[in-house]
């Protein structure tokens, strides 16, 4: 079954760039011009949209893009202008270890988010999309729960955010990524991590 993805302007779950593209740089900013800390129910929750994959059917990960500064993170994931960085997966991969495993049999694993080049309200969903099964995205310091996602409100273009991102177990993932001016889908696949791999 082929991944369908119903996006807001040109974005798609696979961006199909190559390992070697050129780096991603930080876009010039851009502002919906809230009030950080805002309430959150000015904005509601656009509807979410995942690209699904079959049981058997490859998981259609996307491809890391080279990140131009690296003292943030050397890769990233999806066209932003949020970003998971593509350092805490290999290879698309996010490894799961017995030491990442929950009292409820879910997997906690960091990921850290780069916004780059924007303001406003963002919406970080997940879901598996090739079996039953659960995710979620936590911002460590910032915003709240919300329409099953992770809600907060940017105040800088530039923001560095902690997060962890937490799976049912081993499958084919996808985050949804929301904001005023755009809707984007990163898919990722988690599994267990090889016993000499890196965490």
Known sequence: MSAVVLLASSV????G???DAAPVSPPAATSASPVPG???AGWPAPPLRLPSA???????????RPWSDTDQASRVLGPGPL???????????????????EQDGTYTKKVRWIGSGYTGPVLVRAARIDAPGSATVTFSYTGEPRDDGHYAVLGDPESDLPATTTVSGPGCYAYQVDGVSFSVAVVFRAAPAALDGPS
């Open 17 to 19: 760039a190559s390992p």
């Open 83 to 101: 970003y998971p960085v593509a350092d805490y997966f290999v290879d698309g991969v996010l490894q799961l270890r017995d030491e990442d495993r």
């Open 54 to 64: 079959g049981p058997g059917d490859a998981c259609p990960v996307t491809e890391p």
């Open 12 to 15: 798609a779950a696979c961006d």
């Open 38 to 40: 805002a309430p959150s």
